[in-house]
Nanobody
């Protein structure tokens, strides 16, 4: 089992920046080479993929809507994955979830095995 706890959400003005963190605990040793991903869910919409990073950190994948604005990274020594969000837009508002997958770097929500509770990000115009 892996437990994930997100932090860093809050209210930010459009054009601003925000950094999210996700701390993992449980089965996080190197024998479990999890891909880590961020997803978000806006009010009244389905949850959508935002970004993912491979175990080594060398491969990343982004949704088209956040490319060039968001950066995902990880520090395996700290069992933490990060999402740096720049040039935020009101449409980035939503609950941001951290997730772990044993599959290779993927975007499909169904391939993620563990999920955090989410952290709210609100971007005001």
């Amino acid at each position: 089992q892996v437990q994930l706890v997100e932090s860093g959400g809050g209210l930010v003005q459009a054009g601003g920046s925000r950094g999210l963190s996700c701390a993992a605990s449980g089965r996080t040793d190197s024998s479990y080479r999890y891909t880590m991903g961020w997803f978000r869910q806006a009010p009244g919409k389905e949850r959508e993929f935002v970004a993912a990073v491979s175990w080594s950190g060398s491969s990343t994948r982004y949704a088209d809507s956040v490319k060039g604005r968001f950066t995902i990274s990880r520090d395996n020594a700290k069992n933490t994955v990060y999402l740096q969000m720049n040039s935020l837009k009101p449409e980035d508002t939503g609950v941001y979830y951290c997730a772990a997958s044993i599959a290779s770097i993927v975007a499909a929500e169904t391939l993620y095995d563990y999920w955090g509770q989410g952290t709210q990000v609100t971007v005001s115009s």
